[in-house]
């Protein structure tokens, strides 16, 4: 069955340093991965997204993603954070049809 | 362009109740989503409509009813409501294809059943 797994349930960064955000997937095809953030009341944003081609992805408000094939893997990067960057992220994975499969979701706090 | 809307934005209910939640998008998107979103669990959806007139269970079905009234807007209704339904649930519309097409997320609406 189709999964979505990010390992940490809370991280924290200080302000500036450097992030990146685990997240492996278990499914059969090609997968289409995508990252999304959420702030606190708010609904769910794209961040960025993999269907195909370059295996490095740029996204918006200076995020990027790499998916690895053979590790089942497409992490969330970001050089660095910004206090505005705190919020909880969320991976997933589209099956057929469009439907998504997600990630418990991380929830990132970034310290002054 | 208003995107996804959700009515109400909070709800508190007593066991047993019912409730609808309504879900408009101004997209001219063909799919439309249902997801509760639970602490430590992700979001799971819990039913989608593939295009105006029809509807399939998702991962959750079970205790809610959708309708797809037409293209614009999809609705959840709960029958009787059950403290295992709070939750915050989120309303999402696609364009159908291609299947890698993001999903646009409405603001939530957050419910209590007591």
């Known amino acids: 069955a189709q999964s979505v797994t990010q390992p940490d349930i809370h991280i924290t960064v200080s302000e500036g340093a450097s992030l990146e955000l685990r997240c492996n997937y278990s499914?059969?095809?090609?997968?289409?991965l995508f990252w999304y953030v959420q702030s606190p009341g708010q609904g769910l944003q794209l961040l960025l997204k993999?269907?195909?081609?370059?295996?490095l992805v740029q996204g918006i408000k200076g995020f990027e993603a790499e998916f690895k094939r053979s590790q089942s893997s497409f992490n969330l990067r970001k050089p660095s954070v910004h206090w505005s960057d705190a919020a909880e992220y969320f991976c997933a994975v589209a099956k057929r049809g469009g439907k998504l499969i997600f990630g418990q979701g991380t929830e990132l706090s970034v310290k002054p | 362009n208003a995107g996804v809307t959700q009515t109400p934005k909070f709800q508190v209910l007593k066991t047993g109740q019912s409730m609808t939640l309504q879900c408009a998008q101004d997209m001219n998107h063909n799919s439309m989503y249902w997801y509760r979103q639970d602490p430590g669990m992700g979001l799971r959806l819990i039913y989608y409509s593939a295009s105006e007139g029809t509807t399939d269970k998702g991962e959750v079905p079970n205790g809610y009813n959708v309708s797809r009234l037409n293209k614009r807007e999809f609705s959840l209704r709960l029958e009787s409501a059950a403290p295992s339904q709070t939750s915050v649930y989120f309303c999402a519309s696609k364009v159908a294809e291609p299947e890698y097409n993001e999903q646009f997320f409405g603001p939530g609406t957050r419910l209590t059943v007591l």
């Open positions: 993999y269907f195909s081609g370059d295996t």
């Open positions: 499914y059969g095809a090609t997968p289409y």
